[in-house]
């Protein structure tokens, strides 16, 4: 009986870019071949298996024991039953052992990776997950790290961020997301080399997925415009990842130390009079003209809510035109602070995203 040369040499690539040496495929071969050598009905209690490195031929010996478990007789076995069972059986472990070596190498090439981007394509698309084909793994997309509202058909081909990799016993499990902050982070250093080579940092990320995403960026190159490098010419740069995102709005702002001047960038595209600094209180008051209110506070809040996630303060957005009178006509509507919104996170240098 011999392993066919083709499967000797499968085994032989597997070993030079795997690192699974053969030999230890061919020991498992062979202890598999002694279990099914037990199982045939009529033959010895024990037996032995060789199996040569050059040849890939196997040689099964039937043995039988004394008392004291020394050998006193060894034949070796030639029937043809054995060697159709002795074959399939070294299919099936070779089979294991390249399933075994795959789910390893799949592991080791993506152990430590979290905070990476990956590109895949959808391949299948459930109330539960979503399922990417990496080229050499498949990733899932729990419904939770999924961008709400937007669709990605099977077919698709899209950027994702690993959120963990876990080594279960099945295989290697990839779990990426779309929805997390640093997705945007990872999609702007595509675009933006002065980013790679830390001349521009990204200071803080505020972000509702789906639809609009504020970043602070802060220069350290005097003579770098760290919001000019994100955004680029005629916005070519940021376009990029709005493309990616599906169409979700990204702002890009200048991280400033006077933090009334953060907090007034941070509300664009609203322009602001006056921010009052309440530094006890982390919190600001910012007077807006009244054209300009609805702006400041975005739809349902969205505009002063990323704002205050970003700067880290809490920040009420008032119009600069007085209040009506007691009794006046209109009054009701005409309410004296026009939003609040309190931060996620506090934003600074090295500070966590939201």
Not at 241 to 255: A, F, G, H, M, W
């Amino acid at each position: 009986m011999k392993i066919d040369y083709q499967v000797m040499e499968a085994l032989e690539l597997l070993e030079r870019e795997r690192g699974v040496p053969v030999e230890t495929i061919l020991d498992a071969v062979a202890n598999a071949l002694v279990s099914a050598y037990k199982r045939t009905s009529g033959k010895a209690d024990e037996a032995r298996v060789t199996i040569d490195l050059e040849s890939g031929e196997i040689r099964v010996f039937g043995q039988t024991l004394d008392e004291e478990g020394a050998v006193t007789r060894e034949w070796e076995e030639m029937s043809q039953d054995f060697g159709r069972i002795a074959a399939q059986t070294a299919k099936q472990v070779i089979a294991q052992r390249l399933r075994i070596a795959k789910r390893e190498q799949v592991y080791a090439a993506y152990q430590g990776r979290e905070g990476d981007l990956v590109t895949g394509i959808v391949q299948q698309v459930d109330g539960r997950y979503i399922i990417f084909d990496l080229g050499n793994a498949e990733a899932l997309m729990p419904a939770s790290e999924r961008i709400p509202h937007q669709l990605l058909d099977r077919g698709n081909r899209a950027k994702a961020l690993i959120l963990e990799v876990k080594n279960e016993p099945k295989g290697p499990q990839i779990i990426v997301s779309r929805s997390h902050p640093d997705l945007v982070r990872r999609l702007l250093e595509l675009e933006v080399p002065e980013l790679v080579e830390g001349v521009v940092e990204i200071v803080a990320i505020a972000r509702e997925p789906g639809h609009r995403t504020k970043i602070a960026v802060i220069s350290h190159d005097p003579n770098v415009d760290p919001r000019g490098a994100c955004v680029g010419a005629r916005g070519s740069r940021v376009q990029q990842v709005v493309k990616e995102l599906r169409n979700e709005k990204v702002d890009v702002v200048q991280y400033q130390e006077d933090v009334a001047a953060f907090i007034a960038d941070a509300l664009g595209p609203a322009r602001i009079r006056e921010v009052r600094i309440n530094e006890e209180e982390k919190g600001a008051e910012v007077i807006v003209s009244e054209h300009q209110l609805s702006l400041a506070i975005g739809k349902e809040g969205q505009n002063a809510r990323l704002a205050a996630r970003l700067t880290g303060y809490r920040i009420d957005i008032r119009s600069d035109e007085p209040p009506p009178s007691p009794g006046a006509e209109g009054s009701a509507q005409r309410p004296g602070a026009a939003v609040a919104a309190s931060p996620a996170t506090t934003a600074g240098p090295g500070s966590p995203t939201a």
